[in-house]
């Protein structure tokens, strides 16, 4: 049965982000068709997804995978809108930049000759990574939708993300070439660092980078978390991607964050609102130092009507209040 206001398509279905939007698609209405990469030995619980829905007809499963674009076919079929979540991460240099890209480029490309052909997509909102913005920082404060990545540069420092940040960036170019050449209509959203609670099972990478103090594993904000870090409630990046969809002048790209932490601040938060936590203390955290990045702007989509409902307060506690009820702390 379809909802009111038509079927949409949210691939990377079982994703911390998709898990939010697609909560937020059903209560405002939409019937959803999420994509799950295929499970040929039926080892993956896959069964938290339905608990999302009210009822089981406005929300249904599809598998596709990325490595063939094709496979999204019957999901996009007849949908009135595409929100393409799915991605392959890799932070670690594990795969050839030329790979990596390769397949990002292919997918993505892919998904849109599926809405081409579908006939039926009003819009495309696809999600990026800021990977695709704070690659040439050049000593700015802040940093908006005209900041692009510099690939050269990138490639030049040869550091273990470097092919992950060059995939990214070719990856949304990419989207935007291609999508104007389809004549679909295509916006972008670009997420900060997200910290908040969390839907699906599987710890989300980001919430265990942002709270490795008390996880129980210092390496990831030793190496990897920034001096100052551009964050945003998962909440409202989907619901900042339904307002895009639903908001006709919106174009391009739209950065979507609301505030800035850094690792002291984290501290200060964790322990004033968890006591119980074992939070590292000031003076070993001033020894951690990371990148400082520029403040990521979301002008652009406040200036659109958007408006944010959730604070670091918020982030901290649901975040907190999701790794209790999973068992990770």
């Known amino acids: 049965m379809e909802s009111d206001k038509g079927t949409v398509c949210v691939t990377g279905g079982t994703g911390y982000l998709a898990t939010w939007t697609i909560t937020r698609l059903l209560e405002q209405g939409y019937s959803v068709r999420a994509t799950v990469r295929p499970d040929p030995d039926g080892k993956r619980d896959i069964s938290f997804l339905m608990n999302l829905a009210k009822g089981l007809q406005s929300l249904q499963i599809f598998r596709a995978d990325l490595d063939d674009p094709e496979s999204f076919a019957p999901a996009i079929e007849g949908c009135v809108g595409v929100f393409h979540m799915a991605a392959t991460i890799d932070f670690h240099g594990r795969e050839p930049e030329n790979v990596l890209t ?28 800021s990977a695709a913005v704070h690659g040439n920082a050049a000593g700015a404060e802040t940093m908006d939708e005209g900041f692009w990545t510099d690939v050269k ?53 980001s919430i265990g980078i942002a709270l490795a103090m008390v996880l129980g594993d210092a390496n990831p904000y030793k190496n990897m978390c920034l001096s100052k870090t ?59 130092r990371g990148y400082s990045m520029p403040r990521l702007s979301s002008k652009k989509l406040l200036d659109a009507g958007f408006k944010f409902k959730h604070g670091l307060e918020d982030m901290i506690d649901g975040a907190i209040r999701s790794c209790k009820e999973n068992g990770y702390v």
């Open 153 to 205: 540069m990138v490639r030049g420092l040869k550091t273990a993300e470097g092919p992950y940040m060059v995939s990214k960036t070719l990856a949304e170019k990419a989207v935007l070439d291609s999508g104007a050449r389809m004549g679909l209509d295509v916006v972008v959203v670009v997420p900060s660092f997200m910290i908040g609670p969390f839907l699906c099972p599987k710890l989300p990478a």
């Open 102 to 129: 390769e397949r990002a480029v292919r997918g993505v490309v892919g998904i849109l000759k599926a809405c081409s052909s579908a006939g039926t997509v009003r819009r495309v909102v696809y999600t990026l990574s």
């Open 230 to 288: 551009s964050v945003v409630h998962p909440d409202d990046v989907a619901r900042a991607h339904i307002y895009l969809f639903e908001h006709p002048p919106a174009k391009g790209r739209f950065i979507c964050s609301s505030g800035v932490i850094t690792l002291e601040e984290t501290a200060e938060l964790l322990s004033q609102r968890f006591p119980e936590l074992p939070v590292p203390s000031p003076s070993t955290l001033k020894e951690i």
